[in-house]
């Protein structure tokens, strides 16, 4: 299986585990990752990206300055301008933060449901699949109009990622 099909395949479930939407941002150089797959509704990303809210996102300041993992429940206090607040106006309840670095190349992803918090079995799992995201793309340098293709099919985008 090439790596494209792969990516796809880890992607498909997280859609539909995941009602609320995710954001995968796949090796940041400097402010910017260099693949970002989102599944967030519209409306949130137009916001989101309007008013610049990931320069306030507790979420994003916690996976660039930790690994591992953490409950978005747990970075409520630390939400100063009330990002989180507005994802849940948005459908966006419960989440959780995931982080890791691999010789200096760092990943970040958040998942979002409006139901009930994601349970340890279900972190782990998606560490799992954000390790195997992460290392997929370390040296991926185009990506097909095809996946793109696919990736919206699955109501998934990416963003800032090279194009083929």
Same mark, same amino acid.
């Given at each position: 299986?090439?790596?494209l099909?792969?990516?796809?395949?880890?992607?498909?479930?997280?859609?539909?585990?995941?009602?609320?939407?995710?954001?995968?941002?796949?090796?940041?150089?400097?402010?910017?990752?260099?693949?970002?797959?989102?599944?967030?509704?519209?409306?949130?990303?137009?916001?989101?990206?309007?008013?610049?809210?990931?320069?306030h996102?507790?979420?994003?300041?916690?996976?660039?300055?930790?690994?591992?993992?953490?409950?978005?429940?747990?970075? @409520?206090?630390?939400?100063?301008a !009330?990002?989180? /607040?507005?994802?849940?106006e948005?459908?966006?309840? #419960?989440?959780?933060? +995931?982080?890791?670095?691999?010789?200096?190349s760092?990943?970040?992803a958040?998942?979002?449901?409006?139901?009930?918090?994601?349970?340890?079995?279900?972190?782990?799992?998606?560490?799992? @699949?954000l390790?195997?995201?992460? !290392?997929?793309? /370390?040296t991926?340098?185009?990506v097909?109009?095809? #996946?793109?293709?696919? +990736?919206?099919?699955?109501?998934?985008?990416?963003?800032?990622?090279?194009?083929?």
């Amino acid at each position: 299986m090439d790596r494209l099909a792969r990516i796809s395949e880890v992607l498909a479930p997280l859609r539909a585990a995941y009602p609320a939407g995710f954001a995968i941002a796949l090796h940041f150089n400097y402010a910017a990752p260099k693949y970002l797959f989102q599944s967030y509704r519209t409306d949130w990303m137009d916001i989101y990206s309007r008013e610049g809210l990931v320069l306030h996102d507790p979420t994003v300041r916690w996976g660039l300055a930790h690994t591992g993992s953490v409950r978005w429940s747990a970075l @409520d206090p630390g939400d100063e301008a !009330g990002v989180m /607040a507005r994802a849940a106006e948005h459908g966006m309840r #419960f989440g959780v933060a +995931l982080a890791l670095d691999t010789n200096g190349s760092r990943s970040v992803a958040n998942f979002a449901r409006p139901d009930h918090e994601v349970s340890a079995p279900e972190i782990a799992r998606l560490g799992d @699949d954000l390790a195997i995201l992460h !290392g997929l793309t /370390a040296t991926l340098e185009t990506v097909t109009p095809q #996946f793109h293709d696919s +990736l919206r099919r699955m109501s998934i985008h990416l963003t800032r990622g090279p194009k083929g």
